[in-house]
């Protein structure tokens, strides 16, 4: 079965500096998409960035990118110029391209200081 | 966007809950996971085109049912204390599988089962 560990329960970062977000995987398949989600208080889960796998290319949204290790099965993301509605728990997921579902790690809370 | 119904629920051991979930107009495929506090999500299982089409590990006493007008509904028959958790619908477009779609979340129903 397919694991994702985030390593990092809580981390934090000055208003306008950059952080990243630790994420691993675990997985004997060639084929998947790697996802990062955040979630505010709110509770509501927002699509931050996605990967697939057989791209080599680090996808990359605004202020938000990723690096993409396929190799270690890393799968970090990195936050430019932190706002404080960065601030939240962020999820990393993995889906197979054989099945259907989402499986995410434990999340990692990211405070942001002004 | 995606709906759901109610924001929050508390039901005592032993009763049946049903749960509510209006997807994104145009999209076939709803997926449910179970966020208990401080962790990921965990799939419980997912619907496409009215079917269930996958499902995680969860016993049968959870079921699920998806309309063509958009909706789906969760139900939990002979509550638990564990089931205390945050329910979380997602909706997508995609084919049954394998396509690794991108699933958008609805903001959850918060269960507390006393």
């Known amino acids: 079965a397919q694991t994702v560990t985030q390593s990092q329960p809580e981390m934090s970062v000055q208003e306008a500096e950059t952080v990243t977000l630790s994420c691993t995987y675990d997985t004997s398949e060639s084929d998947y998409y790697l996802f990062w989600y955040k979630q505010p208080p709110s509770r509501q889960m927002i699509l931050v960035i996605r990967q697939e796998a057989y791209k080599q290319q680090n996808a990359t949204e605004n202020r938000f990118s990723v690096n993409f290790q396929k190799a270690a099965k890393s799968f970090s993301l990195k936050i430019s110029d932190s706002q404080l509605g960065d601030a939240a728990m962020y999820f990393c997921a993995y889906r197979s391209a054989l099945e259907n579902k989402l499986v995410f790690g434990a999340g990692t809370i990211l405070r942001v200081k002004s | 966007g995606v709906t759901q119904s109610p924001t929050h629920l508390i039901k005592t051991r032993g009763q049946q809950v049903t749960l509510r979930c209006s997807s994104q107009?145009?999209?076939?495929?709803v997926s449910w996971y179970q966020q208990a506090l401080g962790q990921g999500p965990q799939f419980i299982f997912q619907?496409?085109?009215?079917?269930?089409?996958g499902r995680g590990n969860f016993p049968p006493r959870f079921s699920g049912l998806q309309f063509p007008n958009d909706s789906s509904e969760l139900n939990v028959n002979a509550l638990e204390l564990d089931d205390s958790a945050l329910y979380l619908c997602a909706s997508s477009f995609g084919t049954g599988g394998g396509f690794g779609e991108t699933q958008y979340f609805g903001p959850g129903t918060r269960l507390l089962v006393l």
């Open positions: 107009s145009g999209h076939n495929t």
């Open positions: 619907y496409y085109r009215e079917e269930e089409n």
